[in-house]
């Protein structure tokens, strides 16, 4: 299972940026996947994810109302849109699953994120 994060870039404070996880032989939508990131010298930290079962979705209070989690299950991809971007949202992102269909304690918050099924991130950088 490979899973693919992209869609980064340099950003201006108040911009947006769309990220895309895809995955080669693995069908996204049965499964929770979430968006993880890590800035130098931060710990990793989990921002947003989405149920497998009944896309429920769930973002940690610092990106709830500016980051959206969603998935297009046409295109076997989960994006994650965000808006209203701040210098600290500077970070290299990507997409993990652990195999389950819930967004367990592992998806959210620091220090979490260490899962089986995980892709090579993407740089975004928010900076004038």
């Known amino acids: 299972v490979q899973l693919q994060a992209s869609g980064g870039g340099l950003v201006q404070p108040g911009g947006s940026l769309t990220l895309s996880c895809t995955a080669s032989?693995?069908?996204?939508?049965?499964?929770?996947i979430g968006w993880f990131r890590q800035a130098p010298g931060k710990e990793r930290e989990g921002v947003s994810c989405?149920?497998?079962?009944?896309?429920?979705?769930f973002s940690v209070d610092s990106v709830a109302s500016r980051f959206t989690i969603s998935r297009d299950n046409a295109n076997n991809t989960v994006n994650l849109q965000m808006r209203s971007l701040k210098p600290e949202d500077t970070a290299v992102y990507y997409c993990?699953?652990?195999?389950?269909?819930?967004?367990?304690?592992?998806?959210?918050?620091?220090?979490?994120?260490?899962?089986?099924?995980r892709g090579k991130g993407t740089l975004v950088t928010v900076s004038s």
């Open positions: 993990a699953t652990d195999g389950g269909d819930n967004c367990g304690f592992n998806y959210l918050g620091e220090g979490v994120g260490d899962m089986e099924y």
């Open positions: 032989r693995f069908t996204l939508s049965s499964y929770a």
């Open positions: 989405i149920n497998g079962r009944d896309d429920l979705q």
